[in-house]
């Protein structure tokens, strides 16, 4: 199709310039129509991107806890209503005063927990009770519902209260309820001292104080941490979060009316004549020109994801980078979305 050798033709020119290092899928019907990598996986041993790299997906894993928290709902076993004291006795009263919808629709009043604690112990937490401990002693922003703050703060204690309610380690949970029912094999909250085929390195620009220092590629291995959180920072690949996608779609985790529920916007962030852009719960949900999807992606020094699901033309599109470096450029997502629909009629 002529759209997707336009595209192919971008990721092409953004491979040759080092802006773009990833692999990028479109489905339709959740039948893959374009799938390919650039760039390279590794640069110190010059070993390529494939369509079965592993890829960090930052924040794009609020979906997997939004999913998991909507299963427990579902369950019986919570109420998006339930204010976290329910759950989590032993928080601070105003942490514990936070509804479950708060938490998940990022108007907690909770801030993240990036800060000067995290750069000190990032290369040792692997936890949720570890990532709680950077922020367990700070101040609300604002009254809880007062107003959208994005919180990754937030879906810690989410993946705290699942813990809570199921006995399990947030962890094990995740690939339990989700992974291993949508055959994710590829997907998992990896340690980065851990051996992994696959994996791709993160390269950026930013250096280990988020200074930025362009023309400088510096490995993200000091930056990102030693693992991920309930708020996002496990590793999958395009045929991976294919598979979620189809899952997700098909009732394998939750019910048709609990999909909807979850990635309906809850908040407005965003009202203009043709564009509408809300949050869920773990989920964006954007209209644009009258085409909805619904998403979310990750951004992180050395990684930028994206997932986007158009329920009513059923398509799916993919971004999976292991480099930040796109200044001056459109988003590679925006583009494929712009010239998808240019160029289908539905």
């Known amino acids: ?116 604690e995290f750069e000190k112990y990032s290369n040792r937490l692997n936890t949720l009770n570890q990532f709680f401990d950077l922020f367990k002693d700070s101040s609300l922003l604002f009254t809880p519902g007062e107003k959208f703050h994005y919180s990754n703060s937030g879906y810690v204690i989410l993946g705290l209260i699942i813990e809570a309610i199921t006995n399990e380690n947030y962890y094990d949970y995740v690939k339990e309820k989700i992974f291993i029912k949508a055959g994710m094999t590829n997907t998992d909250f990896y340690e980065m001292d851990q051996v992994v085929p696959n994996l791709a390195d993160g390269y950026t620009e930013v250096n280990f104080n988020l200074e930025l220092e362009p023309d400088l590629i510096r490995n993200n291995i000091f930056i990102q941490g030693l693992r991920g959180s309930s708020a996002g920072g496990c590793f999958s690949t395009i045929n991976d979060l294919l598979k979620f996608a189809e899952a997700l779609e098909n009732n394998v985790f939750i019910s048709s009316s609990t999909l909807d529920k979850i990635t309906d916007g809850k908040i407005s962030l965003k009202e203009e004549t043709n564009v509408s852009i809300k949050y869920g719960y773990g989920f964006f949900d954007r209209v644009l020109d009258g085409i909805r999807h619904y998403s979310h992606g990750g951004d992180l020094p050395g990684a930028h994801t994206d997932f986007r699901y158009y329920p009513e033309e059923k398509i799916l599109i993919v971004v999976l980078s292991n480099n930040d470096i796109m200044s001056g450029k459109p988003r590679v997502e925006k583009v494929i979305e712009e010239n998808i629909f240019k160029k289908y009629s539905f």
Do not use: W
């Open 1 to 116: 199709m002529l759209c997707y050798e336009f595209i192919n033709n971008y990721l092409s020119e953004l491979e040759k310039e080092n802006k773009f290092s990833g692999a990028v899928l479109v489905a339709r019907n959740f039948k893959t129509e374009f799938k390919k990598a650039y760039g390279l996986s590794n640069i110190r041993f010059g070993i390529p991107n494939s369509e079965d790299t592993i890829f960090n997906l930052g924040s794009m894993g609020k979906m997997f806890t939004g999913v998991l928290i909507a299963q427990l709902e579902e369950e019986g076993k919570i109420k998006f209503t339930d204010k976290v004291e329910k759950h989590l006795s032993h928080l601070n009263s105003e942490f514990g005063k936070i509804t479950i919808h708060q938490l998940l629709t990022h108007t907690s009043g909770l801030d993240s927990y990036f800060n000067e």
